[in-house]
């Protein structure tokens, strides 16, 4: 197996399933299940997921909320989705750890790199929510900041497509599939792979990205061992 540490990132739309908002429970099960035979590997996971299904702070903004208060609704979706999944993954015999940007006693303690780094060694399950706990800043952002922190061998972007094409392959059928790209090169296509904090970071620190499609049951796994199921983004 390629990697032995990842920081696997999910949005939370994504939890919605069939439904327009909200978490869909088959869903949240499904991806349970996928984190637990990759779990089972050995392989170390630590998880961020998005809010989007509950609450997206720019949308609150351009709709007149303030953008402050908006991010940190968002950054509480954070929570809510982190403690579903960790229900769920205890419901399939996962340990699991809640850390997160803001720390909320007594569901959620604070994150840092060496808290994730040794609950992990320990063989624990580890759930960062709350994003960076700063406002302004995206799931994104708080993915590869907390990849960097804890030294991750690569972030996982879990989507529903199977990587990263050259252009929308559901609006553009004709589109083409990268296996690889360089952080140079997808700065000089315009991919939107990640915001460009998250994809700065990533490529100043080096930290691989690896885009494939998490909604089909059991691509965690054939990902891991096969990393070429998906598109790989790094310095090359």
Same mark, same amino acid.
């Given at each position: 197996?390629?990697?032995k540490?990842?920081l696997?990132k999910?949005?939370?739309?994504?939890?919605?399933g069939e439904?327009q908002?909200?978490?869909?429970?088959?869903?949240? =099960?499904?991806? /349970?299940?996928?984190? %637990? !035979?990759? &779990?089972?590997?050995?392989?170390?996971?630590?998880?961020? +997921?998005?809010?989007?299904?509950?609450?997206?702070?720019?949308?609150?903004?351009?709709e007149?909320?303030?953008?402050?208060?908006?991010?940190?609704?968002?950054?509480?979706?954070?929570?809510?989705?982190?403690?579903?999944?960790?229900?769920?993954?205890?419901?399939?015999?996962?340990?699991?750890?809640?850390?997160?940007?803001?720390?909320?006693?007594?569901?959620?303690?604070?994150?840092?790199?060496?808290?994730?780094?040794?609950?992990?060694?320990?063989?624990?399950?580890?759930?960062?929510?709350?994003?960076?706990?700063?406002?302004?800043?995206?799931?994104?952002?708080?993915? =590869?900041?907390? /990849?960097?922190?804890? %030294? !991750?061998? &690569?972030?996982?972007?879990?989507?529903?497509?199977?990587? +990263?094409?050259?252009?929308?392959?559901?609006?553009?059928?004709?589109?083409?599939?990268?296996?690889s790209?360089?952080?140079?090169?997808?700065?000089?296509?315009?991919?939107?792979?990640?915001?460009?904090?998250?994809?700065?970071?990533?490529?100043?620190?080096?930290?691989?990205?690896?885009?494939?499609?998490?909604?089909t049951?059991?691509?965690?796994l054939?990902?891991?061992?096969?990393?070429?199921?998906?598109t790989?983004?790094?310095?090359?």
């Open positions: 197996m390629k990697y540490r990842i696997l999910l949005s939370g739309e994504a939890l919605m439904r908002y909200g978490i869909d429970p088959r869903r949240l =099960a499904a991806y /349970a299940n996928d984190i %637990k !035979a990759a &779990a089972n590997t050995g392989v170390q996971i630590a998880i961020v +997921i998005g809010g989007g299904n509950i609450h997206r702070g720019v949308q609150g903004a351009t007149g909320m303030d953008r402050v208060q908006g991010d940190y609704m968002g950054m509480l979706a954070t929570v809510i989705n982190s403690l579903a999944l960790q229900g769920a993954l205890q419901n399939v015999g996962i340990k699991c750890r809640l850390t997160g940007g803001l720390a909320i006693e007594p569901i959620v303690e604070e994150t840092s790199g060496q808290r994730v780094g040794e609950y992990l060694e320990s063989g624990y399950v580890v759930l960062i929510s709350g994003g960076t706990g700063n406002p302004f800043f995206t799931t994104d952002s708080a993915s =590869a900041l907390r /990849a960097i922190e804890m %030294k !991750a061998d &690569a972030i996982l972007k879990g989507t529903r497509v199977d990587g +990263i094409y050259t252009a929308d392959p559901e609006k553009h059928p004709d589109a083409t599939k990268y296996q790209l360089t952080f140079a090169e997808a700065y000089e296509k315009q991919l939107k792979i990640m915001d460009l904090t998250a994809f700065t970071l990533c490529r100043e620190n080096n930290m691989p990205i690896l885009v494939f499609d998490m909604n049951p059991g691509n965690l054939r990902v891991l061992n096969d990393p070429g199921i998906g790989i983004v790094d310095n090359g």
